[in-house]
């Protein structure tokens, strides 16, 4: 808190210096507009990081894992849309077209890009929502292996869920997010 009050005290004897060099200069109109959108500017820069909590280092992990679900569900929803194929043993490339699942991993990068910017933030709901998307998306890549996937193409994804679900669960994280009990 007070490093927000000594960096405001700064810019307002900034603010003091040019209002006294744009006086003697007769720019008093630009000068008062220029001014109220830089104090407007900086005083909502400063309320919102009151009211910001600071984002630990293990946040910023899961938030970076959660940006990695979302590029491996963008791929997957790729894949069930025939553009990018599906790869047989590791060499023979399968295209397969099923536009339900195609449209649930497209709304699953959506909402995890959404949750990337919640968990930046450190808000409290995003921990909860994460938690929720990525039992989704279990489930959904284990109906991916019943249908014409392997454990090849959705090992990664479903890897890197089970490790933000397991993270998730740390006494750290959700200390971070207040939902420690």
Same mark, same amino acid.
């Given at each position: 808190?007070l490093?927000?009050? +000594? ?15 744009f006086n ?10 220029l ?5 407007? @500017? ?14 630990? %280092?293990?946040?910023?992990i899961l ?5 990695? +679900? ?6 997957? +929803?790729l894949?069930?849309?025939g553009i990018?194929? %599906?790869?047989?043993g ?6 397969y ?6 449209l ?6 959506w ?7 919640m968990l ?5 709901q +995003?921990?909860? %929502?994460?938690? %929720? ?6 489930i959904?890549d284990?109906?991916?292996l019943?249908?014409a @996937?392997?454990?090849d193409?959705?090992a990664?994804s479903?890897i890197?869920?089970l ?15 207040s939902?420690?009990q």
């Amino acid at each position: 808190m007070l490093h927000f009050k +000594a960096h405001a005290y700064k810019l307002s004897t900034v603010l003091q210096l040019l209002v006294t060099v744009f006086n003697d200069t007769g720019h008093v109109g630009q000068l008062k507009e220029l001014l109220t959108l830089i104090l407007s @500017s900086y005083t909502f820069h400063v309320e919102r990081k009151q009211h910001m909590r600071e984002r630990p %280092f293990g946040v910023t992990i899961l938030a970076i894992l959660a940006a990695v +679900a979302a590029v491996l569900a963008a791929i997957h +929803a790729l894949q069930f849309l025939g553009i990018i194929p %599906f790869f047989i043993g590791g060499t023979v490339p399968v295209r397969y077209v099923s536009i339900f699942t195609a449209l649930m991993y497209g709304i699953l990068v959506w909402i995890y890009i959404w949750l990337v910017q919640m968990l930046w933030r450190v808000e409290p709901q +995003a921990w909860m %929502f994460l938690v %929720f998307v990525t039992v989704f998306e279990l489930i959904i890549d284990f109906f991916s292996l019943l249908g014409a @996937s392997t454990w090849d193409d959705v090992a990664v994804s479903f890897i890197v869920c089970l490790v933000i679900l397991l993270y998730c669960m740390l006494p750290g994280v959700r200390r971070a997010f207040s939902t420690a009990q």
